[in-house]
């Protein structure tokens, strides 16, 4: 009913544009050219309409092609980017297990060696680099992409923040001149906080990659979208 009422209104308009445009006096000569100076401006009139129009045409196809090569550099920056991020968070998780299994057995509650603590402050860094890129790149992505983009960055980056804060949190437990209470505290967190993450993102290698791959699925087909074949 709805589209029956804007083709009659369209058809009203039409005819009532019809009536006036007819109602308007031209003269026959109107469009009689009475020299070759009336001509030649015609003429140039019409080059220059149609340059006009040309350099609208080329304005707009320049911006376009600038706007997609943009995009395909950040989209291609974004792809190494998380290869590398599914490495390392996977990676992280794996280390991070490991410590909280050693926290619930109290392993090293009395201390741990230099070496091991030289490790796992190393790893630590390694961890903290990757997701200050994810971040940086993330950021750039919101202000280019929208901010849907950014949603799925932060569901992305909550793996490593997770294990960057039950790793530090180990640093400070294995600490022996931390209070006992002070590391029952740490302790306690740092399993509360890894069992978030094995509810959300398993338990086994098989299970946490497969969130993994979940959660860079949307970014990935974003990144498709944008890379130019």
């Not at 109107?30 to 401006?41: G, P, Q, T």
């Not at 129009?53 to 196809?61: C, D, E, M, R």
């Not at 929208?146 to 960055?153: H, L």
């Not at 001149?177 to 890894?194: C, G, I, P, T, W």
Request: one cysteine or more; hydrophobic letters at 45%; proline letters at 1%.
């Amino acid at each position: 009913m709805k589209r029956d009422w804007v083709v009659w209104t369209c058809c009203i308009c039409l005819f009532a544009a019809g009536t006036i445009w007819g109602m308007v006096p031209i003269s026959t000569d109107f469009f009689v050219v009475r020299d070759i100076h009336d001509l030649a401006e015609i003429i140039g009139a019409i080059a220059t309409v149609i340059a006009v129009l040309l350099a609208t045409a080329g304005i707009n196809a320049w911006r376009e092609q600038a706007v997609a090569t943009s995009d395909h550099e950040l989209a291609r920056r974004v792809a190494v980017t998380l290869q590398r991020y599914k490495f390392a968070s996977y990676r992280a998780w794996e280390f991070t297990d490991y410590l909280v299994s050693n926290m619930q057995l109290e392993i090293g509650k009395g201390g741990v060696s230099d070496r091991f603590l030289d490790e796992v402050k190393s790893q630590l860094r390694d961890l903290e680099i990757i997701n200050a890129e994810v971040h940086s790149i993330a950021l750039e992505c919101r202000a280019l992409w929208g901010e849907t983009i950014w949603e799925d960055f932060q569901k992305v980056s909550w793996l490593g923040t997770q294990c960057h804060e039950c790793i530090t949190l180990y640093l400070r437990w294995s600490r022996v001149d931390e209070a006992e209470k002070h590391r029952a505290v740490y302790s306690n967190v740092a399993l509360q906080v890894f069992t978030e993450v094995r509810k959300f993102a398993g338990r086994t290698t098989k299970d946490v990659n497969a969130y993994i791959d979940r959660v860079l699925g949307p970014i990935g087909l974003e990144i498709g979208k944008r890379l130019l074949r």
